[in-house]
C-alpha cells in the first residue's frame, strides 16, 4: 500500500551517514586546516527554527493510503512507496501509454526465485495517431531485489557489534547485489492503437493484437527473440531482423474489438470477439495461414464482447464476458447458440472482462464496469438463482482485469482504476471482526501509485511476480508476503 507524503526524501551522501560518535578525526595540516567555530551553537534564530520544523513536516509521513478507502489525495499530496512492501520494484515510464501486454516465455526456466531476474513483455501502444503506435517487444534483466536500509546499514557494524554474522548462513547472499537494470526493446509498426495483446502458450513467439482499426494481426517475433540471446544485455538487430508487418491479418470483424484468447488445449487455436456481438474462431492450416469461421453472429440483442477465455481443460468449450451483465459458455461444436447463459449483474452493469482457474477448471472470476469482483462454480452456473462463491465490492472503480495464478488456484489479481489487488480465497474471514472490515480479509496486497491501471499479469515463470500496465507505464514487483 501506498503512504502519502508532501514530498520524497532525498539520499543523503554515504560520508554523511556515519555516526557522529564513530566518524575517524582527521589531522590537521597546512592543505587541511580545520575551522572551529569560537561560539558554537550559541545562537539559534527563531525563524531558522520554525523553518527547520516545517521542513521537517513535509517531509514527515502523514499516514498509509489505500485506494479501497475512498479517500481522495489532497492537492500537493503525492504517495511514497514502502519500500519495506516488496521484494522486487522496478517501474518505467514509455513515450506511450498502453491498453495491453502479455509475458512472453523464455527458456531460463520454471518456478524462478533467485535474483536477479529477467522478463520479457509483448507490448501495445496507444499513441495519438494511428501511424505512431507500435507493438513493443520489451526485455528487463538484472531486476533486483529490494534492498531496504537499517539503522545497521547506516550506522555500520562497529555501531553494533553484538549482532550476530549470519553472512555463512545466507544461501541466498548474491540475490543482495545491487544491480542496474538493463532494458532492451524492438518495436514493430503497427498501424491503430493496440486494444488487446496475447502470446500463444505453446509457442510465445507468436503474438495477437487487436487493433481499434478493425483488424487482428498475427507477429512472429522469433527473430527479436534470438537478439535478445545474442546480445546479453546490449541487443543490436539490423533492419531484418525486425518484423515489418505481421504474418497474417483478419478484417471480417466490421468493428474494433478487445476479446482475444488462445486456447491452451489446442495448439493454435484462438478466438476473438468485437463491439457489436460478434465471435470469430481461428483455426490453423497444415499449408499456413488460418481458416477463420463466423462462429457467433449478434442478431436480436448485440451486446459487445468484452472478454473470451478458452477453458483450461475442454478442447471445444469457451467463455465470453458481455456488456449488459452476462457471461455465457459456448461450445464451438454448436455454433450460434451458448450453451450456459447467466446475467450474473441484475443492474445490467458490464462485464469487463473474465478468468478461467487453470488448476481448478469449474471455477472463473469476473469483473464489473460496477467494481464487482467475483468467483463463479460452473457446476452450479444455470437456473434463475446463480450466486456466486465470493463476492468482493469494495473497488470504487470498474475493475480492469483479472487472471488466477498460474499455481496456486485460491489466488488471483486483479485491476481498477486506482491500483492492483491480490486475493487469497483461502483466507477465512473471523467471525469476531465479520461485517467489521472496510476491506475483505482475503485481500493480500495493493500496489498503487499509477494512474488509471489497464491491466495485470503473473509471471508464468518467475514466482510470485507481476507486471502492471496503466497510463503512467509499467511496474514489475513482487510482493513481501508471497
Same mark, same amino acid.
Given at each position: 500500500?501506498?503512504?502519502?507524503?508532501?514530498?520524497?526524501?532525498?539520499?543523503?551522501?554515504?560520508?554523511?551517514?556515519?555516526?557522529?560518535?564513530?566518524?575517524?578525526?582527521?589531522?590537521?595540516?597546512?592543505?587541511?586546516?580545520?575551522?572551529?567555530?569560537?561560539?558554537?551553537?550559541?545562537?539559534?534564530?527563531?525563524?531558522?527554527?520554525?523553518?527547520?520544523?516545517?521542513? $521537517?513536516?513535509?517531509?514527515?509521513?502523514?499516514?498509509?493510503?489505500?485506494?479501497?478507502?475512498?479517500?481522495?489525495?489532497?492537492? $500537493?499530496?503525492?504517495?511514497?512507496?514502502?519500500?519495506?512492501?516488496?521484494?522486487?520494484?522496478?517501474?518505467?515510464?514509455?513515450?506511450?501509454?498502453?491498453?495491453?501486454?502479455?509475458?512472453?516465455?523464455?527458456? %531460463? $526456466?520454471?518456478?524462478?526465485?533467485?535474483?536477479?531476474?529477467?522478463?520479457?513483455?509483448?507490448?501495445?501502444?496507444?499513441?495519438?495517431?494511428?501511424?505512431?503506435?507500435?507493438?513493443?517487444?520489451?526485455?528487463?534483466?538484472?531486476?533486483?531485489?529490494?534492498?531496504?536500509?537499517?539503522?545497521?546499514?547506516?550506522?555500520?557494524?562497529?555501531?553494533?557489534?553484538?549482532?550476530?554474522?549470519?553472512?555463512?548462513?545466507?544461501?541466498?547472499?548474491?540475490?543482495?547485489?545491487?544491480?542496474?537494470?538493463?532494458?532492451?526493446?524492438?518495436?514493430?509498426?503497427?498501424?491503430? $492503437?493496440?486494444?488487446?495483446?496475447?502470446?500463444?502458450?505453446?509457442?510465445?513467439?507468436?503474438?495477437?493484437?487487436?487493433?481499434?482499426?478493425?483488424?487482428?494481426?498475427?507477429?512472429?517475433?522469433?527473430?527479436? %527473440?534470438?537478439?535478445?540471446?545474442?546480445?546479453?544485455?546490449?541487443?543490436?538487430?539490423?533492419?531484418?531482423?525486425?518484423?515489418?508487418?505481421?504474418?497474417?491479418?483478419?478484417? +471480417?470483424?466490421?468493428?474494433?474489438?478487445?476479446? %482475444?484468447?488462445?486456447?491452451?488445449?489446442?495448439?493454435?487455436?484462438?478466438?476473438?470477439?468485437?463491439?457489436?456481438?460478434?465471435?470469430?474462431?481461428?483455426?490453423?492450416?497444415?499449408?499456413?495461414?488460418?481458416?477463420?469461421?463466423?462462429?457467433?453472429?449478434?442478431?436480436?440483442?448485440?451486446?459487445?464482447?468484452?472478454?473470451?477465455?478458452?477453458?483450461?481443460?475442454?478442447?471445444?468449450?469457451?467463455?465470453?464476458?458481455?456488456?449488459?451483465?452476462?457471461?455465457?459458455?459456448?461450445?464451438?461444436?454448436?455454433?450460434?447458440?451458448?450453451?450456459?447463459?447467466?446475467?450474473?449483474?441484475?443492474?445490467?452493469?458490464?462485464?469487463?472482462?473474465?478468468?478461467?482457474?487453470?488448476?481448478?477448471?469449474?471455477?472463473?472470476?469476473?469483473?464489473?464496469?460496477?467494481?464487482?469482483?467475483?468467483?463463479?462454480?460452473?457446476?452450479?452456473?444455470?437456473?434463475?438463482?446463480?450466486?456466486?462463491?465470493?463476492?468482493?465490492?469494495?473497488?470504487?472503480?470498474?475493475?480492469?482485469?483479472?487472471?488466477?495464478?498460474?499455481?496456486?488456484?485460491?489466488?488471483?489479481?486483479?485491476?481498477?482504476?486506482?491500483?492492483?489487488?491480490?486475493?487469497?480465497?483461502?483466507?477465512?474471514?473471523?467471525?469476531?471482526?465479520?461485517?467489521?472490515?472496510?476491506?475483505?480479509?482475503? %485481500?493480500?496486497?495493493?500496489?498503487?501509485?499509477?494512474? +488509471?491501471?489497464?491491466?495485470?499479469?503473473?509471471?508464468?515463470?518467475?514466482?510470485?511476480?507481476?507486471?502492471?500496465?496503466?497510463?503512467?507505464?509499467?511496474?514489475?514487483?513482487?510482493?513481501?508476503?508471497?
Amino acid at each position: 500500500m501506498g503512504k502519502k507524503s508532501k514530498r520524497g526524501r532525498t539520499k543523503q551522501p554515504e560520508e554523511e551517514r556515519v555516526a557522529p560518535a564513530l566518524r575517524e578525526p582527521q589531522e590537521e595540516t597546512l592543505d587541511n586546516l580545520q575551522f572551529q567555530d569560537p561560539y558554537p551553537e550559541e545562537y539559534i534564530l527563531d525563524d531558522e527554527a520554525e523553518g527547520s520544523e516545517e521542513e $521537517g513536516a513535509d517531509m514527515e509521513v502523514i499516514q498509509s493510503w489505500n485506494p479501497l478507502s475512498g479517500q481522495p489525495l489532497e492537492d $500537493g499530496q503525492t504517495l511514497e512507496m514502502d519500500p519495506t512492501a516488496y521484494k522486487m520494484y522496478h517501474a518505467l515510464t514509455p513515450d506511450w501509454p498502453a491498453l495491453s501486454f502479455d509475458f512472453i516465455r523464455d527458456d %531460463l $526456466g520454471e518456478a524462478r526465485t533467485r535474483f536477479p531476474h529477467s522478463l520479457i513483455a509483448a507490448i501495445g501502444t496507444q499513441a495519438d495517431r494511428p501511424d505512431q503506435n507500435q507493438l513493443t517487444i520489451l526485455k528487463m534483466s538484472d531486476l533486483a531485489r529490494m534492498h531496504v536500509e537499517t539503522d545497521d546499514d547506516i550506522l555500520g557494524e562497529e555501531y553494533n557489534p553484538d549482532k550476530e554474522d549470519d553472512s555463512d548462513e545466507d544461501d541466498d547472499s548474491d540475490d543482495e547485489v545491487e544491480l542496474d537494470p538493463i532494458i532492451e526493446h524492438f518495436s514493430i509498426p503497427h498501424y491503430g $492503437g493496440v486494444n488487446r495483446v496475447r502470446c500463444m502458450p505453446q509457442q510465445s513467439n507468436i503474438v495477437a493484437t487487436w487493433s481499434d482499426a478493425g483488424k487482428v494481426h498475427l507477429f512472429n517475433v522469433e527473430s527479436i %527473440l534470438q537478439r535478445f540471446n545474442m546480445g546479453e544485455g546490449k541487443a543490436v538487430a539490423s533492419p531484418h531482423d525486425i518484423p515489418k508487418k505481421p504474418f497474417y491479418s483478419y478484417d +471480417q470483424h466490421g468493428s474494433e474489438g478487445y476479446a %482475444l484468447d488462445w486456447s491452451p488445449v489446442r495448439k493454435g487455436g484462438l478466438a476473438t470477439g468485437d463491439c457489436t456481438g460478434n465471435i470469430h474462431l481461428w483455426d490453423p492450416r497444415p499449408e499456413g495461414g488460418y481458416a477463420v469461421s463466423r462462429f457467433y453472429e449478434a442478431i436480436d440483442t448485440p451486446r459487445s464482447v468484452e472478454d473470451l477465455q478458452w477453458s483450461p481443460s475442454e478442447e471445444t468449450v469457451l467463455a465470453s464476458a458481455e456488456c449488459g451483465g452476462y457471461v455465457r459458455i459456448f461450445d464451438s461444436r454448436a455454433p450460434q447458440r451458448a450453451m450456459l447463459s447467466h446475467k450474473i449483474h441484475k443492474e445490467s452493469a458490464d462485464v469487463n472482462v473474465l478468468s478461467w482457474n487453470r488448476l481448478v477448471t469449474n471455477l472463473i472470476a469476473t469483473g464489473g464496469d460496477d467494481g464487482a469482483l467475483s468467483v463463479w462454480d460452473l457446476r452450479h452456473f444455470s437456473g434463475e438463482a446463480v450466486k456466486p462463491l465470493a463476492r468482493f465490492t469494495p473497488h470504487k472503480t470498474p475493475i480492469t482485469s483479472v487472471t488466477w495464478h498460474p499455481t496456486d488456484e485460491s489466488m488471483l489479481a486483479a485491476t481498477d482504476d486506482d491500483g492492483a489487488y491480490i486475493y487469497d480465497l483461502s483466507v477465512e474471514e473471523d467471525e469476531t471482526s465479520a461485517g467489521q472490515l472496510d476491506v475483505p480479509p482475503q %485481500l493480500l496486497f495493493v500496489h498503487c501509485g499509477s494512474q +488509471q491501471f489497464k491491466e495485470v499479469h503473473w509471471h508464468p515463470q518467475i514466482t510470485s511476480c507481476l507486471m502492471t500496465t496503466a497510463l503512467t507505464g509499467f511496474s514489475a514487483f513482487i510482493p513481501s508476503n508471497l
